[in-house]
């Protein structure tokens, strides 16, 4: 099994920035892709940023957090981080972590979710 572990949420005021990040652990072959999502109060959950493994690494972003987020990851660590910058109010909303994971070389990817972490933005 894989376990996401996710850190960096919090109170932070308009305009203001935050880093999380999320580490896997567990019996990992390899990681295909590591990214965000969040589900604001009484809303659906949605993707936020994604960070996708292999030659091209390729990251694709909500348009809504479009030059205001940055996903980066440290792949010995097995680690995300999302940095937020000039936070909105509308950005409040529990964040999860969201990984895919291969467990042998020719097994298939399989989808693991951290526990959240809650960011509020709010004055």
């Known amino acids: 099994q894989v376990q996401l572990v996710e850190s960096g949420g919090g109170l932070v005021q308009p305009g203001g920035s935050l880093r999380l990040s999320c580490s896997a652990s567990?019996?990992?072959?390899?990681?295909?892709?590591m990214g965000w999502y969040r589900q604001p109060p009484g809303k659906q959950r949605e993707l936020v940023a994604l960070?996708?493994?292999?030659?091209?690494?390729?990251?694709n972003y909500a348009n809504s957090v479009k030059d205001r987020f940055t996903i980066s990851r440290d792949t010995a660590k097995n680690t995300v981080y999302l940095q937020m910058n000039s936070l909105d109010p509308d950005d409040t909303a529990v964040y999860y972590c969201?990984?895919?994971?291969?467990?042998?070389?020719?097994?298939?990817?399989?989808?693991?979710w951290g526990q959240g972490t809650q960011v509020t933005v709010s004055s």
């Open positions: 969201h990984a895919g994971a291969r467990l042998a070389s020719t097994g298939p990817v399989f989808s693991y």
């Open positions: 960070a996708i493994s292999g030659g091209s690494g390729s990251t």
């Open positions: 567990g019996n990992i072959f390899s990681i295909e892709f």
